[in-house]
């Protein structure tokens, strides 16, 4: 299986949209600073993930996700969601969008 991801930053309240094939290596590699475009954001929550049988389905969709389009779609089912849980979790900060 193949996985597209969204993270969300404890410290900067940004999300991160990216794809991987092992989804819990990939998780360590943000959380460590190994990933350059993240390490000054760190911590990283997965705030959603989806499977995919390929590796091309996973990277057309975090593709998408990365389009205006695909933002809106992301934020209206996917972070939403997660953050209502949060909130009802007791959780604060408002993330920003990247």
Sequence with gaps: MFYCYILLSSKSHIFYFGS?????????????GEVKSTKSHIPWNLIWYGA????????DFE???????GKSFA???FISVALEKD????RKGSPKRK
């Design 20 to 32: 991987a094939k092992d989804l819990k290596k990939r998780m360590e590699l943000h959380n460590h």
């Design 52 to 59: 995919f049988l390929t590796e091309k389905e996973a990277r």
């Design 63 to 69: 593709l998408y996700l990365k389009t205006g389009s």
């Design 75 to 77: 934020y209206k089912r």
């Design 87 to 90: 909130f009802a979790e007791g």
